[in-house]
Each structure stands twice: as C-alpha cells, then as structure tokens.
C-alpha cells in the first residue's frame, strides 16, 4: 500500500465573511493552482499573521472559502508568533485552539481560536479505503523518506471521502527531517496485534 505524499507549509483558509473583512465587500479569491485534492486550489491572495510576540508574513489563502477560518501553522512558528501551547489538530477540529490575528489589505481580523499545527493524515476516497481495509478515523503509519534519513511516521490519521484522491499530507519540518519531497511515495503500515498483546507494525495485506 502506497500513496503519494505532498508537504504542507503554513497557510489559512478563510470564510467569506473574513475574507470580505480582509480584502474587501463582495470579494472572491483569485486561483492561482489547483491542488490534487479536487477542488481545492492555492489563492494569489496572502495574509499576515500576528501571536503574542510575533508575526508570520504572506501566508497563502486556499481556496474555497470554508465555513470557519483556519490557520495551519508548523511548531517552529509557534515559537516565533509566542504560541505557548500548540494545537495539533485536524482540521476542523478548532474549538479551544489558539486565538490570532489577520492582516490584510483592507482590514484586520481578530479570532478567538483557529491556530493548528495540522496532524498528519491521508486523504482516501471509498473505494481505496475498502481495498486497504482501514476505516475513516483510523490510524497508521507510514514510511518514507531517503534511505540515509528514513522515518516511519506514527499517528497518522485516515480521512474518507468520495471526493477524496489518495494523498499523505505532512509538513515541511517533518517532510525535510527525512528528505521528503512532493509527489515522493510512502508505505502505508497497519498495527495489528502481535503475540501476547504486544503491537507491531506490518503490512497490511493488499
């Protein structure tokens, strides 16, 4: 079982309502590249972003507007912003995360929550995930990386969708620890239960 693996560097979604407070009444974001998840794209747009003691310039705006504006950072630049507790989440899951502001060109935001560090997951539509045998909500593994710098990534989270293609997201602090680059392929591993109770990773049967 193997998937392609693209690197994540920090960027927002927004919802409309930020997005028209950021740039503007009526506005609408400008595609710039359409990513592999079908009908996501990077913006032109970008946006700065300050924490406590810090601020992160240019961050690409994804598209589409979504019904919550979301941050996703890596865990070098809560250190830089003075994030004193990171949250690693999926996405969407934003109740009880770091509260931000953004900056545009029109105007500021300020948001009580909504600043992740985004937990590794693989995109999955139906049909692949029935061939592997693995569950939306499940975890696994997955290896990848250069062969002097190998890892195997723990706590992967399978995410099901019809409108899914197959696709490892991780971030680049995790992506360049192991050499990994866009469009490189990782193994995706099963913990199954070992002999007295004790859990190994393996294979999974295709």
């Not at 794209?41 to 992160?56: H, N, R, S, Y």
């Not at 240019?58 to 912003?81: A, F, K, Y």
């Not at 692949?128 to 499940?138: C, D, I, L, R, Y």
């Given at each position: ?54 601020e992160l310039k ?83 593994s997955i290896r ?49 239960a070992g002999k ?11």
């Amino acid at each position: 079982m193997k998937v392609v693996i693209n690197l994540s560097n920090h960027h927002i979604h927004l919802s409309q309502e930020d997005l028209e407070q950021l740039f503007g009444k009526g506005y609408e974001l400008k595609k710039l590249a359409d990513l592999r998840q079908p009908g996501q794209f990077a913006a032109e747009e970008t946006v700065d972003i300050q924490g406590p003691k810090g601020e992160l310039k240019n961050l690409r705006v994804l598209g589409p507007v979504r019904s919550q504006t979301q941050c996703e950072i890596m865990l070098g630049d809560t250190w830089h912003l003075g994030i004193k507790k990171s949250h690693i989440r999926l996405s969407g899951d934003l109740q009880g995360t770091s509260p931000f502001t953004i900056i545009g060109p029109q105007g500021k935001v300020e948001k009580k929550e909504g600043l992740i560090v985004a937990k590794r997951h693989i995109h999955l539509d139906e049909k692949t995930a029935k061939k592997w045998q693995v569950e939306h909500g499940q975890e696994v593994s997955i290896r990848a990386g250069l062969d002097e710098r190998n890892v195997v990534f723990e706590d992967v989270i399978i995410r099901v969708s019809q409108k899914f293609v197959p696709e490892c997201h991780i971030d680049f602090e995790e992506g360049n620890a192991a050499g990994i680059k866009n469009g490189d392929m990782g193994e995706v591993l099963l913990k199954k239960a070992g002999k007295r109770g004790v859990c190994e990773i393996c294979f999974a049967e295709m």
